[in-house]
């Protein structure tokens, strides 16, 4: 690792919040991905990992939720205990929909167990890692489908909220983005 993911890690290990401002390319995503990954593996051991969000990942684009959504297929193929699932406006409804399209737009890329692809397969277990931006979580806290992945049988499962590219929440959208938070 280099110096400043240990330091992250060590002080999200400690239960401190964090904010990481490094260069492009430089493992910021190391830095809060290794101990959540960590924390739902403990879980798994306890025998207490079950559906339920454990991490918000909160991206501003699709497109930098999609290159996430890439990089936890590699790291969570290993994993499949532990369930994924981006939920955005390109998120198709039904299981079929979902599988059919991800095999024609990811040729060569296998269907990883844990990977929830659908509206559907989410809302009916709530993954424990769930990638989304700011404009669909609002949707998720007020449409009656949704809000189970926050509420009802899986409430208050959820410990981590990643903020990804914080420094474009700004203005009123930084406003926004910070009410929508409270309200979460």
Excluded: W
């Amino acid at each position: 690792l280099y110096v400043h993911q240990e330091t992250a890690i060590r002080k999200f290990l400690s239960g401190r919040n964090l904010v990481v401002s490094t260069g492009t390319g430089s493992g910021k995503t190391e830095s809060f991905l290794v101990p959540i990954i960590n924390s739902l593996l403990e879980e798994r051991s306890a025998g207490t990992l079950g559906p339920g969000v454990r991490a918000l990942l909160l991206y501003p684009m699709n497109a930098l939720a999609n290159d996430q959504l890439k990089r936890l297929r590699s790291v969570l193929q290993s994993c499949p205990d532990i369930t994924f699932g981006r939920y955005t406006g390109e998120t198709l409804m039904k299981s079929s929909d979902a599988e059919n399209d991800f095999l024609q737009n990811n040729p060569g890329d296998r269907l990883l167990p844990n990977e929830l692809l659908s509206r559907d397969e989410m809302r009916a277990t709530p993954p424990n890692l769930l990638l989304t931006n700011y404009a669909m979580l609002e949707y998720l806290l007020i449409r009656p489908a949704d809000i189970d992945l926050f509420d009802g049988p899986h409430a208050g499962t959820y410990r981590f909220i990643v903020m990804d590219e914080a420094h474009v929440y700004d203005g009123a959208q930084g406003s926004e983005v910070a009410l929508l938070l409270r309200r979460l």
